[in-house]
């Protein structure tokens, strides 16, 4: 409580109130800290404390074996966890010059695809919990379990998955899987629509996200927001056109961007509906790759002791919470020598301090929750 | 009751004993009967069943464990919570501390007194019911901010703010559409309002004009908000301020909060009941006395659950609104709307002193209507709901 204002006219003292939201707030996803200042509900500033989760993934990388660094990958995000296996194995790839099972690069994307889809959904879900809605939260985590429960026959694991090994991936997907999975995208589908009616359409809903917090573009290239963020902004960049890797150039997907249709551009009701709509087009993806997997094998031959010669490579994947880029070192030994994850949670944190002022309580959480971030993520 | 003990005074019952502590005594053994035997049950069943609605709104099973699905499980919440440590903060204010609760519940509590569940049954048939009602649920708004800021916790501080100025303002829509029907009924009385209406649904108040049926949705919203119910929660917006104003109780005292806030769900009911849907009035089909007091009590309790019914269905479909908009919805829009209601039916009985039988019957017509769309949504709702999708195992 350093800062003393005077209100005007009355002479009636009045202090800000300085509270610590977090580390065990309950919409603050995991464990991340907020300084805010508030007057009253308004915010004068919130100032995000990061740091909570920090697991030093990073510094592991120069520890273990090439191998041996894709499970520890899936903690860097474990929403999200075969984006992050992906994002690594290519650079590893790359660097090592391994070509990839074209079957290993279709199991990559259903998984990949799949994952999004699980990852989208406790991003609406738990948004929607934080507005105070409970029931859609439980209905997008009862989805999500299918989805598990389709991870777990593809890969033996519901949340860290290390399926997408160097080369390829772990195990191959049986065409009864592949059955399962489209029986799974028969029901999903109409979900989607479901949740519309229940949640995304509702007046309340669209009260609580509509014209707050908008990102600008401008705001959006200085602060280095990416992923669903900032194509809620208006701004088509997807990794997986823009700079495509796998077998994205293949397939046809649309690429969702927010248009503004109940606000401002870029609000959080914007961010909101971009989530829904990238499921939607996920998919899609799933079914074409479904449709066009190949025959042979799903990894290709990689020498036990993986040793990539000397050089460097940064490699970009298209993770749910945005562009998540591998800077790898290699120094020709077992080891690589630096590991760096960029991730776009952590980016996307820069920027709450900005948009939060003059905000509510209320807003800030849901603020918090249209950016989708996740502590894991932030920290690595 | 009033009348049976004064039967029993005049024929020396209680010879000697001074008449204040007579009835004192008296008033305390009905509160005790009260309680014990219809509030506790009451709002712990009150409690159960809301989480079982709302565990199948939301596809989950729910309580289903302590007794025949679950049903006992509010005994068990509340044996357990007995048991639990009971915490003082040590920079809490103690003793207002460890008060806010009792006054939340005695706000609440003392609501029963007024209620009508039969011709007979009430405790006291007050001549200022409504406004004994008004005026000792606004207990409960000193009971919040007693434990909002005796918790010396800054979110149960915000907490005990909101709820202030939520309850507050909610309470002159809620009050001005409860004077509707004063106007209509020309009374206070609880059992007043009730014999001034009839069994069939055309002679409630909720059709009496156009007027009244607006003012039971004006009733209805505000009490939810009064009642810190979905989608008026943000007092305890679990999302938002950790847990409002309880978050620094635990034990029983937590548990009195809920307790009154289950408990009042039944009261709002109870209350819309009463003033706009007929209370007890049931058609003329026995003249055995006790027969048709259980039938009474019965079709109060029905109608009275319907409603405790439909604040648990919102509950579980709305999400939370923001604290301005709150503030809005209520200054800009419901106490206007509030005053033309009343301004509206005070002008219809200048126009129409005895009602209008025509406007009645059209009015439920019209809300016929309303229900009839509201049930059709709910069918297609139904319809293209899909279950659950179930992937069989392979082993």
Redesign the interface.
């Known amino acids: 409580m350093d800062e003393t204002l005077r209100s005007e006219g009355e002479g009636l003292h009045t202090e800000d109130m300085t509270i610590s939201m977090g580390p065990q707030h309950p919409s603050t996803h995991g464990v991340l800290r907020f300084v805010i200042k508030t007057d009253g509900e308004v915010m004068r500033e919130a100032i995000p404390d990061v740091g909570y989760l920090h697991r030093s993934i990073e510094k592991i990388g120069e520890k273990v074996t090439w191998h041996g660094y894709v499970p520890y990958t899936d903690r860097a995000d474990y929403l999200a966890a075969m984006f992050a296996n992906q994002g690594f194995c290519m650079a590893a790839e790359r660097l090592g010059g391994v070509e990839v099972t074209r079957r290993g690069e279709f199991c990559r994307v259903i998984a990949c695809e799949l994952n999004r889809i699980a990852s989208h959904l406790i991003a609406v879900g738990t948004f929607a919990q934080d507005i105070g809605a409970v029931t859609p939260f439980i209905h997008a985590l009862r989805e999500r379990e299918t989805v598990n429960d389709l991870m777990e026959e593809i890969c033996g694991a519901r949340l860290t998955y290390n399926y997408i090994r160097i080369g390829g991936v772990g195990y191959d997907i049986t065409p009864q899987t592949c059955d399962r999975i489209t029986q799974f995208l028969d029901h999903f589908e109409p979900i989607v629509d479901e949740f519309n009616r229940l949640l995304s359409y509702n007046k309340i809903f669209i009260e609580r996200l509509a014209h707050v917090a908008p990102i600008t573009k401008e705001d959006a290239f200085q602060y280095n927001i990416v992923g669903p963020n900032l194509r809620a902004c208006g701004v088509k960049w997807d990794i997986r056109r823009d700079i495509p890797y796998s077998v994205y150039p293949e397939l046809e997907f649309d690429i969702p961007v927010g248009t503004g249709e109940k606000g401002t551009l870029g609000d959080c009701y914007d961010r909101y509906i971009v989530r829904i709509l990238e499921m939607q087009e996920s998919c899609k993806i799933v079914r074409q790759c479904l449709k066009m997997l190949p025959k042979g094998p799903a990894i290709a031959k990689v020498a036990r002791k993986f040793k990539p010669p000397a050089g460097e490579i940064y490699v970009r994947v298209e993770a749910p919470r945005g562009d998540m880029g591998f800077y790898v070192v290699s120094d020709g030994s077992e080891y690589p020598y630096r590991v760096r994850i960029r991730t776009g949670s952590f980016t996307a944190m820069s920027l709450i301090d900005k948009l939060s002022r003059g905000l509510m309580v209320a807003d800030l959480i849901a603020l918090i929750a249209s950016l989708d971030v996740d502590a894991p993520e932030i920290d690595r | 009751m009033q009348q049976l003990l004064n039967q029993l005074i005049q024929e020396g019952y209680f010879h000697g004993a001074p008449m204040e502590l007579v009835y004192a005594g008296f008033m305390l053994l009905a509160a005790f009967v009260v309680l014990s035997f219809f509030v506790a049950p009451l709002a712990g069943i009150t409690s159960w069943l809301e989480r079982r609605v ?1 565990a199948r ?4 099973v729910g309580p289903n464990r302590v007794g025949p699905q679950g049903i006992l499980q509010w005994l068990a919440d509340g044996i357990k919570n007995l048991l639990k440590e009971d915490i003082i903060p040590t920079a809490a204010d103690r003793r207002l501390f460890a008060l806010a609760p009792y006054v939340v519940f005695a706000g609440f509590f003392a609501t029963f007194v007024v209620i009508p569940f039969g011709s007979q049954l009430i405790v006291a048939d007050l001549n200022i019911g409504i406004l004994y009602l008004l005026a000792i649920t606004s207990l409960v708004v000193v009971g919040i901010l007693m434990a909002g800021w005796s918790s010396n916790n ?2 149960s501080l ?1 907490g005990g ?2 709820s202030a100025a939520q309850i507050v303002s909610y309470e002159i829509p809620a009050g001005l559409s409860l004077l509707t029907i004063v106007f209509a009924a020309g009374t206070m009385s609880m059992q007043g309002i009730i014999t001034a209406q009839g069994w069939a649904p055309w002679n409630w108040f909720l059709f009496y004009n156009p007027f009244t049926f607006v003012a039971f949705f004006l009733y209805f919203t505000a009490a939810l908000a009064e009642g810190n119910r ?2 008026f ?2 007092p305890e ?6 847990a409002g104003y309880v978050t620094e109780y635990s034990g029983m005292r937590f548990l009195f909060f809920f307790f009154a806030e289950w408990g009042n769900l039944y009261v709002i009911g109870a209350i819309a009941t009463t003033l706009f849907l007929g209370g007890w009035q049931i058609p003329p089909v026995t003249d055995h006395p006790i027969l048709a007091g259980v039938l009474q009590f019965i079709v109060f309790f029905l109608k009275a659950y319907l409603w405790v019914f439909v604040a648990m269905w919102v509950r ?10 709150l503030m809005s919805l209520c200054w800009k829009y419901m106490v206007p709307l509030a005053f033309i209601c009343l301004l509206g039916t005070a002008a219809w009985m200048v126009i129409w002193p005895q009602g209008n039988r025509l406007a009645s019957f059209f009015m439920f017509l019209i809300g016929l209507g309303i229900l009839g769309l509201f049930l059709k949504r709910v069918s297609f ?1 139904i319809r ?3 279950p ?2 179930y ?1 069989k195992p ?1 082993i």
């Open positions: 709302w709104i939301q596809s989950r800054k979110w915000l703010m909101r979905t989608p929660d943000i917006a679990e999302s938002e301020l950790v579980g479909t709305l999400p939370r609104v923001r604290v301005d908009q709702q293209h709901a899909r659950v999708l992937l392979y």
